[in-house]
């Protein structure tokens, strides 16, 4: 089943505990981002991959690193997680970033406290 | 840069219903339009899309929306909701060329009995 698979789906953690959440897609999809989405201000994007080994910083990516050594996984870093991280993280990916709409994982709530 | 405006926060209909949910966008250019849905506790889903071509768009579940580029708008309609309807609604807007998608801020459906 053609999927973005994301985890953990919950996290509760401490500040400044480093953590990554993993996303994963088996489309051969080149085009690769992650949202947050929090209350009142919809999905923001923090960063996107165009392909392999390419990253840009979407609207909000302070606080966040994320790699792309391969093309099925996109991880997102939180080196230093503040309770202002608190959101529901979604992964997403399409055919290329013109290709149609995305495909979104499940979504990950993260907890920093 | 482009910016999604939904209006509406909040719906609250009865069943059998008539919906129209706005959305309108600030960018001049051509433009690809989306409207992705959220059920509860779920990650969002694509419900219809605009390319090109006839500027009424059949989705899934009964959902259409009609793109009227002199008013950059493309609001969602559905002639009779349902219960199964509730859930948060979401436009997306991609200009040409190598944009990123962007989401407006939702608007949550709530269909009462």
């Known amino acids: 089943e053609a999927q973005v698979t994301q985890n953990p789906r919950y996290l509760i953690t401490v500040t400044g505990k480093k953590l990554t959440v993993t996303c994963s897609q088996n489309?051969?999809?080149?085009?690769m981002s992650w949202y947050r989405q929090d209350p009142g201000l919809g999905l923001r994007q923090i960063y996107y991959s165009m392909n392999v080994e390419v990253t840009d910083k979407g609207d909000v990516p302070e606080g966040y690193k994320v790699s792309r050594k391969e093309k099925r996984n996109f991880p997102l870093i939180l080196e230093s997680p503040s309770p202002n991280q608190t959101s529901l993280y979604f992964c997403?990916?399409?055919?290329?970033?013109?290709?149609?709409?995305?495909?979104f994982g499940s979504g990950t709530r993260l907890t920093v406290v | 840069a482009q910016s999604v405006s939904q209006h509406n926060h909040h719906v609250i209909l009865s069943e059998a219903a008539s919906l129209e949910l706005g959305c309108n966008y600030s960018?001049?250019?051509?433009?690809?339009l989306f409207w992705y849905v959220q059920y509860p506790g779920q990650h969002l889903q694509l419900l219809l899309k605009y390319f090109s071509g006839d500027p009424l768009v059949k989705g899934i579940k009964g959902f259409e929306a009609e793109f009227i580029k002199s008013k950059f708008s493309f609001n969602l309609r559905k002639p009779s909701v349902q219960w199964s309807d509730t859930a948060e609604y979401f436009c997306a807007v991609r200009a040409s060329g190598n944009t990123p998608l962007v989401f407006g801020k939702g608007t949550r459906l709530s269909v009462i009995a």
């Open positions: 960018y001049g250019g051509t433009v690809n």
């Open positions: 489309m051969n999809h080149e085009y």
């Open positions: 997403a990916s399409s055919l290329f970033q013109g290709g149609g709409g995305y495909t």
